[in-house]
């Protein structure tokens, strides 16, 4: 999932949000008019794939919210060997960093995950025709990400979830010494980073325990922009849709 930046809107979206507010007593300055422009398309083209996957029965905000959590509640796994972590890692070689061997392989990891977008854009065009979006709107969408990803001032992250966890050691009925059968514990992935650490391609943040988790989704979400309703909301409501 992509982050940091906004959702790219519509001309009339744009026009809709300043008449929301005028209407509102809350009129916007120039520059909070000029910043209704600026959103990202790739960001946008994924917000419409997830809410189209949903439509198509798959249950991406619900798998989302499940592992944000971690595996801590899920009866069959040891509290105390649970843990969860946001991987954060450039969408294009953007990032530099000081040292000029590990800048190269920030650079390469980049334009791995590029590459990457490019051929998930085109992924994308089959689910989206089918829940109303007519390839020449597709097409235009796809146009704008495809720049986004060129330019060099397009400065984006995507996000990673993972969560992990060791089930409960059980002892086995046919141990001759009663003890478990299963291995001993390794050390858990939370006990070799912290949060924040910085890794030599990725930001990573590491949660230990399920509130640490939560707070930081709290966190993430508190400073994300109020999306506009998907395009094909607004299909399946037999709206029209005007760039």
């Not at 086995?172 to 009663?178: F, H, K, L, T």
């Not at 988790?213 to 029209?240: C, M, Q, W, Y």
Request: with cysteine; aromatic share 8%.
């Amino acid at each position: 999932r992509t982050t940091i930046l906004p959702i790219a809107l519509t001309d009339k979206e744009i026009r809709e949000a300043i008449a929301r507010s005028e209407q509102k007593g809350l009129p916007l300055s120039e520059a909070e008019k000029a910043s209704l422009g600026e959103g990202a398309w790739l960001q946008r083209i994924t917000y419409e794939v997830v809410y189209s996957a949903t439509l198509n029965g798959s249950d991406i905000p619900g798998a989302e919210e499940a592992v944000d959590e971690g595996l801590w509640r899920m009866n069959m796994f040891d509290p105390a060997l649970c843990g969860a972590s946001s991987v954060f890692t450039p969408v294009t070689p953007w990032p530099r960093m000081r040292d000029p061997e590990q800048s190269q392989k920030v650079k390469y990891a980049g334009s791995l995950m590029r590459q990457d977008a490019h051929n998930a854009l085109r992924a994308f065009h089959p689910l989206l025709r089918k829940y109303g979006v007519s390839q020449s709107i597709i097409d235009q969408w796809t146009a704008a990400a495809d720049w986004e990803l060129t330019s060099q001032k397009f400065r984006c992250w995507t996000r990673l979830r993972v969560a992990w966890g060791r089930r409960k050691q059980r002892k086995e009925r046919g141990s001759p010494s009663g003890h478990s059968t299963e291995p001993s514990p390794s050390p858990s992935p939370s006990s070799s980073g912290t949060k924040g650490q910085q890794f030599l391609l990725h930001q990573v943040e590491v949660y230990n325990s399920r509130e640490e988790a939560l707070s930081a989704k709290e966190a993430r979400l508190s400073t994300r922009d109020p999306r506009p309703l998907p395009f094909v909301a607004r299909l399946a409501r037999g709206e029209s849709i005007a760039l």
